[in-house]
């Protein structure tokens, strides 16, 4: 996992020394991605840019590489890990290409020689890559289907910059901070979420998951590789069972090849446990050592949790029970609550933009610790999505919302902004235009009963949308710390079949999760079969309310806090004077409550006080 930027120069405006000194600056804001090595390519048109997480092959993935093929030069700077990449090597090498190392770099570069723009419909993995075609001129942009791996984009005077991570633009002349109307409803109407393709910076731009750019100094077309197609499922559901658990225990196995130390993360919930399972197996099989596990928890959490719809257990003893019947190395990471507050600002510098508060500094701390005894970690993200397991899948105010059924409270959302911002901007009218032109992307065939549909909308946004901010969270937070999280359920062959599974399948016995259940009985214990879904664990730790609402407090109290423009302030005091009851229903998804609304709100102060965004109202 690494870090790639780059920009064209078409026009030739700059010096090739003053374009360098560019290149480096960017590529040095990214350091923390890629904090092992780093590398340039820079020709007349193009430069460059990686950073390097060294996670397989050391010696042969270097990059960006070069690759030089019947005349032409070719330039690959690509962030990521190709899970079928022995199978397209051997395709490759039946091709007559040969091969010096063993990275799966190589094979892309190779593989793009080979299949051109087609590559992307042979790849398996997580990726963001950009590939220079010297004799065409033209630079190649392609990111996986889910979105894994970031990658962000700017179009300044007819010339393409890119970038991981947006701060490496800022560095690039011409790119400033400046926010604008679609940014304060980004932030604010669909935040911590964001609309794919959109960032919160006015003309910077994210490559859309499963999309490509073909760019060069005549045109940039713009398309995607991959879409869900809906169509009648076949299969009974004896088959169904099968399938899914052979496409999802091939994800693992694939997912576990590495050259550093690698764990899982175990939350004693289904998701985590069943991974963990199966790579204690797998790598038992290979005669490697104990696979190691890593939880997370806080100072005091077994005295000051309460149980909730939202979180009905905490995952101690769960944790304990598979961690003991698999025989891992597990330990437990134990954070304090002062730090979940003082990394708000590192958590909000690692996704450039506020996020899901300490929800986000948590894990940021988690990675640090884990860091300390491996590089590669395979998480249980992406399986409520995928398999419904979420509350809003079976809640009928949710179902009946008409909007995101992750933040159903719109007037809330509308009432925190100052009368000045209120005037120009009308989030409900923000929010249900996104909200249309995504179920205006779904395809329903005729097959469809009335549940299916309205279950294939919910799927569909929660994939695209919500799936999408943890995806952001893991990666920025891991890379953040030099680490890869790596998604087993994010493989798009396992989202593909269970597209078509009809809800009563996948549901089964009207369990969330119902059908991944019935899959694992007999293989996890029960207890981990049938626990309820319970969410990536926050803190409960009263010292924690207590410190954001006094950060809160003082951005409030200070004039010149530049949040005060945009926010109602008397309504600010009412949630600090509330300590954030005043919000009922989660802010977002199922943890983001008072407390981390409070905090959310001093990210925001903390974006506009280092990022300096131009309020371009």
């Not at 998951?209 to 991959?226: L, Q, T, V």
């Not at 986000?360 to 860091?371: G, I, R, Y």
């Not at 996948?506 to 981990?528: F, N, Q, S, T």
Request: charge should be neutral; hydrophobic fraction near 35%; glycine fraction near 6%.
């Amino acid at each position: 996992m690494c870090g790639i930027v780059g920009f064209t120069d078409f026009n030739s405006v700059m010096r090739d020394e003053e374009s360098k000194e560019i290149l480096y600056s960017m590529n040095k804001k990214l350091t923390r991605r890629g904090p092992d090595e780093g590398g340039y390519y820079t020709s007349k048109k193009i430069f460059l840019g990686h950073k390097r997480l060294i996670v397989i092959d050391p010696i042969g993935g270097k990059q960006p590489m070069i690759y030089k093929y019947e005349g032409n030069t070719y330039a690959i700077t690509y962030n990521g890990q190709i899970y079928n990449s022995n199978e397209i090597r051997k395709s490759l090498i039946d091709k007559g290409f040969k091969f010096e190392g063993y990275s799966d770099t190589e094979v892309l570069i190779k593989a793009f020689v080979c299949y051109g723009y087609r590559v992307v419909n042979h790849l398996n993995g997580i990726f963001a890559f950009a590939i220079w075609n010297e004799k065409k001129e033209e630079l190649f942009l392609a990111r996986d289907h889910f979105g894994v791996k970031p990658l962000f984009y700017s179009m300044k005077n007819n010339e393409m910059v890119f970038a991981s991570e947006i701060k490496a633009l800022f560095e690039f002349p011409s790119i400033y901070p400046c926010v604008d109307e679609t940014g304060i409803s980004e932030l604010f109407g669909i935040g911590p979420c964001h609309s794919p393709g959109i960032t919160a910076f006015k003309d910077i731009y994210e490559l859309k998951p499963a999309s490509y750019i073909i760019f060069n100094k005549n045109y940039c077309i713009k398309d995607k590789y991959w879409r869900f197609e809906s169509k009648e499922h076949k299969d009974d559901f004896v088959e169904t069972c099968n399938k899914v658990e052979n496409i999802l225990t091939d994800s693992i196995k694939r997912q576990l090849i590495s050259d550093v130390p690698l764990c899982t993360f175990l939350s004693g919930g289904l998701d985590s446990s069943l991974i963990t399972m199966y790579a204690s197996k797998f790598m038992e099989k290979e005669g490697k050592d104990k696979l190691k596990t890593f939880s997370v928890d806080y100072v005091d959490n077994d005295k000051n949790f309460k149980e909730n719809e939202f979180q009905p257990n905490s995952d101690k003893d769960f944790i304990n029970l598979i961690s003991n019947k698999l025989n891992t190395n597990h330990r437990v990471i134990t954070l304090d609550t002062p730090e979940l507050a003082e990394f708000l600002n590192e958590a909000m510098i690692a996704r450039d933009v506020p996020g899901m508060a300490d929800i986000d500094s948590s894990l940021l701390l988690f990675c640090k610790h884990v860091k300390k005894e491996a590089t590669v970690a395979l998480t249980g993200e992406c399986a409520d999505e995928i398999f419904g397991g979420y509350p809003w899948f079976f809640r009928n105010d949710a179902l009946n919302s008409n909007t995101f059924p992750w933040s159903i409270n719109i007037e809330d959302r509308q009432n925190l902004l100052s009368q000045r911002i209120k005037n120009k901007i009308n989030l409900k009218d923000y929010i249900n235009n996104k909200y249309n032109e995504s179920l205006a992307e779904i395809e329903f065939n005729e097959f469809d009963t009335k549940e299916n549909i309205e279950k294939r909308k919910i799927s569909y946004l929660t994939q695209n949308w919500f799936m999408q901010t943890l995806l952001d969270r893991s990666d920025r937070m891991a890379m953040y710390s030099g680490m890869e999280l790596r998604v087993p359920f994010c493989d798009y062959r396992l989202a593909e079949y269970l597209w078509n599974i009809p809800w009563e399948m996948k549901a089964y016995k009207g369990r969330e999760k119902g059908l991944l259940r019935h899959i694992m009985k007999g293989k996890l214990p029960d207890e981990i079969v049938e626990r309820k879904k319970s969410p990536y664990p926050k803190t409960w730790n009263p010292s924690y309310l207590k410190k954001v609402k006094e950060m809160l407090a003082e951005i409030m109290k200070d004039e010149d806090a530049p949040i005060k423009i945009l926010l109602d302030e008397k309504v600010i005091w009412n949630l600090i004077d509330s300590e954030g009851n005043n919000y009922k229903r989660p802010w977002f998804g199922q943890l983001m409550t008072g407390p981390q609304l409070m905090a959310y709100l001093c990210q925001v102060n903390m974006w506009l006080e280092t990022y300096k965004p131009k309020i371009d109202i």
